[in-house]
């Protein structure tokens, strides 16, 4: 079965240091790959999606995440987070030809001022 | 353009009461999808529903039925609340165009005593 793995559940960062989330998938064919934020007490919104193209890609908020395809990987990362991005991230995955999205566990990113 | 909407925000139920949550979408979109949250296990995807009057069963069905009654609803029903139902509940819509994603709604929050 499909399945997403994120490494890391819990994570603390300071104010202006480097961010890299990992998430994993174990599908073998074409995917579609997304990364959710959840603000605390919001619902979740798309950070940024990779569907075919350049690997690297940017999102909202400053985010990027790079798809490297004999990896399984799809990381996201932040060259300099702030208190803002104090949230919990969820990376997803779906089959190019399914309509049904599988979520990793998430990551609860916490950023000190 | 509210987007996807659920009510109620929340409920707490009694162990062996019944009730029922329901989503709303505007955006004419095919495809609804009914998720539950838990600490460290991510979404998992309870029912889906691929257009008007047709369901599916997802990850984690038992104990939850659901009905598409109307293209712009999607109800989540619990016949006898359980304490092992106790969890957010976000409700997604998605139109199947290439290069969309899904829309979540703001959630749900039930507490089962």
């Known amino acids: ?113 | 353009n509210a987007g996807v909407t659920q009510t109620p925000k929340f409920r707490v139920l009694k162990t062996g009461q019944s009730m029922t949550l329901l989503c709303a979408q505007d955006m004419n979109h095919e495809y609804m999808y009914w998720y539950r949250q838990d600490p460290g296990m991510g979404l998992r995807l309870i029912h889906y529903s691929v257009g008007e009057g047709t369901t599916a069963k997802g990850e984690v069905p038992d104990g939850y039925n659901v009905s598409r009654l109307k293209k712009q609803n999607f109800l989540l029903g619990l016949e006898s609340a359980a304490p092992s139902q106790t969890s957010v509940y976000f409700c997604a819509s998605y139109g199947g165009l290439r290069g969309e994603t899904q829309y979540f709604g703001p959630g749900t929050r039930l507490l089962v005593l």
């Open chain 1, 1 to 113: 079965a499909q399945s997403v793995s994120q490494h890391n559940h819990h994570v603390i960062l300071s104010e202006a240091a480097s961010l890299e989330l990992g998430c994993n998938y174990s599908y073998g064919g074409t995917v579609n790959l997304f990364w959710y934020v959840q603000y605390p007490g919001q619902h979740l919104q798309l950070l940024l999606k990779y569907f075919s193209g350049d690997p690297l890609v940017k999102g909202i908020k400053g985010f990027e995440a790079e798809f490297i395809k004999s990896k399984f990987s799809f990381n996201l990362r932040k060259p300099s987070v702030q208190w803002s991005d104090t949230a919990e991230y969820f990376c997803a995955v779906n089959k190019k030809s399914s309509y049904k999205l599988i979520f990793g566990s998430g990551t609860r990113l916490l950023v000190r001022p």
